[in-house]
């Protein structure tokens, strides 16, 4: 089995289909001579060329509506943001447009558009360049929202996306680019709306997505050497929710704690709260917790930085407390 970075494991989901379907094509800043703010999309240009690997100006607003008027007329665009956060330029584009238009055209326009780029918080690039926006998109209906961990999960939700005939939201961590993993040889996907159990457990179920699973994986093996069962669920996939996974856990466990980079405030999590509530009370042997971002911009001083966002302490701390 090959051994990627995350960022190698998206460049080969992206040329892979491609190379199957020409229809497809990638557009974003610097997505071409410079390969990428990132480097996800290195060797891309000179395998397919000006007309398929398409750098713009900086002007996200303009480029993702081009890709949403290309997706109407039946092509398949792949929009780079350099981060999400600069995403909030095209809001309307792709909340009015994207989301919307199969709706509003009565189907007769399907938006198969994979709006993609780098998220959360990447060490030290302070408040305008630290944020997690899955909560924000999730919240339009006729979006597709996905947050994979493993290079595995984004070569396989990366595939399924493209394929999608609905707009996506595919948001890579800042800081997993780097990270390596097992990704199987020869093609596969992996459907959207199926969370996956990164870790067995019994006594308790942590819930969590991205890189919150950098603190939450090491905490849960910590645990387990006082004695501590914990079951870790990667959810993967935010819209479509694996509502079955979720609830299927914690039925096991009967204790949930919601680990997420996001603030807590009308966050992801309270959605995965409320569905546990309504769903799986009479499961509960204690209440439901969450760990999020500290309520506060991201600071830039690297120790507020570290103390803001969730961390292998806070966690063991909080489990401690609900397994007591």
Same mark, same amino acid.
């Given at each position: 089995?090959?051994v990627?970075?995350?960022?190698?494991?998206?460049?080969?989901?992206?040329?892979?289909?491609?190379?199957?379907?020409?229809?497809?094509?990638?557009?974003?800043?610097?997505?071409?001579?410079y390969?990428?703010?990132y480097?996800?999309?290195q060797?891309?240009?000179?395998?397919?060329?000006?007309?398929?690997?398409?750098?713009?100006?900086?002007?996200?607003?303009?480029?993702?509506?081009?890709?949403?008027?290309?997706?109407?007329?039946?092509?398949?665009?792949?929009?780079e943001f350099?981060?999400?956060?600069?995403?909030?330029?095209?809001?309307?584009?792709?909340?009015?447009?994207?989301a919307?238009?199969?709706?509003?055209?009565?189907?007769?326009?399907?938006?198969?558009?994979?709006?993609?780029?780098?998220?959360?918080?990447?060490?030290?690039?302070?408040?305008?360049?630290?944020?997690?926006?899955?909560?924000?998109y999730?919240?339009?209906?006729?979006?597709?929202?996905?947050?994979?961990?493993?290079?595995?999960? !984004?070569?396989? %939700?990366? &595939?399924? *996306?493209?394929?999608?005939?609905?707009?996506t #939201?595919?948001?890579?961590? @800042?800081?997993?680019?780097?990270?390596?993993?097992?990704?199987?040889?020869?093609?596969?996907?992996?459907?959207?709306?199926?969370?996956?159990?990164?870790?067995?457990?019994t006594?308790?179920?942590?819930?969590?997505?991205?890189?919150?699973?950098?603190?939450?994986?090491?905490?849960?093996?910590?645990?387990?050497?006082?004695?501590?069962?914990?079951?870790?669920?990667?959810?993967?996939?935010?819209?479509?929710?694996?509502?079955?996974?979720?609830l299927?856990?914690?039925?096991?466990?009967?204790?949930?704690?919601?680990?997420?980079?996001?603030?807590?405030?009308?966050?992801?999590?309270?959605?995965?709260?409320?569905?546990?509530?309504?769903?799986?009370?009479?499961?509960?042997?204690?209440?439901i917790?969450?760990?999020?971002?500290?309520?506060?911009?991201?600071?830039? !001083?690297?120790? %507020?930085? &570290?103390? *803001?966002?969730p961390?292998?302490?806070?966690? #063991?701390?909080?489990?401690? @407390?609900?397994i007591?």
């Amino acid at each position: 089995m090959a051994v990627l970075t995350y960022r190698e494991a998206l460049n080969r989901a992206m040329t892979e289909e491609m190379e199957k379907d020409p229809n497809i094509f990638l557009m974003g800043e610097e997505v071409g001579h410079y390969e990428g703010a990132y480097k996800v999309s290195q060797g891309m240009l000179a395998k397919f060329g000006e007309r398929r690997v398409i750098d713009t100006p900086i002007s996200e607003n303009g480029f993702a509506g081009v890709g949403i008027g290309a997706a109407m007329v039946g092509l398949r665009p792949i929009i780079e943001f350099m981060t999400w956060n600069f995403s909030l330029v095209a809001i309307d584009q792709i909340i009015n447009s994207a989301a919307k238009m199969n709706y509003m055209s009565a189907g007769q326009f399907p938006i198969p558009i994979v709006f993609r780029g780098a998220g959360g918080a990447g060490g030290r690039l302070a408040a305008q360049h630290s944020q997690s926006f899955e909560s924000w998109y999730a919240h339009i209906p006729g979006l597709k929202v996905l947050a994979p961990y493993t290079p595995s999960d !984004a070569y396989g %939700l990366l &595939k399924t *996306s493209i394929r999608d005939n609905n707009p996506t #939201i595919f948001i890579e961590s @800042e800081v997993l680019y780097g990270s390596k993993g097992e990704v199987p040889e020869g093609e596969f996907l992996i459907p959207m709306g199926k969370s996956d159990i990164k870790r067995e457990g019994t006594q308790l179920t942590i819930i969590s997505w991205s890189r919150a699973l950098m603190y939450v994986l090491p905490a849960a093996e910590k645990l387990a050497k006082e004695g501590i069962s914990v079951e870790v669920l990667d959810l993967r996939s935010i819209r479509p929710l694996d509502e079955e996974g979720i609830l299927a856990s914690v039925r096991k466990t009967n204790k949930a704690l919601i680990v997420e980079e996001g603030w807590n405030v009308a966050g992801f999590g309270a959605q995965v709260a409320y569905l546990i509530q309504k769903e799986a009370f009479d499961y509960l042997d204690s209440p439901i917790e969450r760990i999020t971002q500290e309520d506060v911009p991201m600071p830039y !001083a690297a120790n %507020l930085e &570290k103390s *803001s966002l969730p961390s292998e302490e806070k966690i #063991i701390k909080k489990v401690r @407390e609900m397994i007591k």
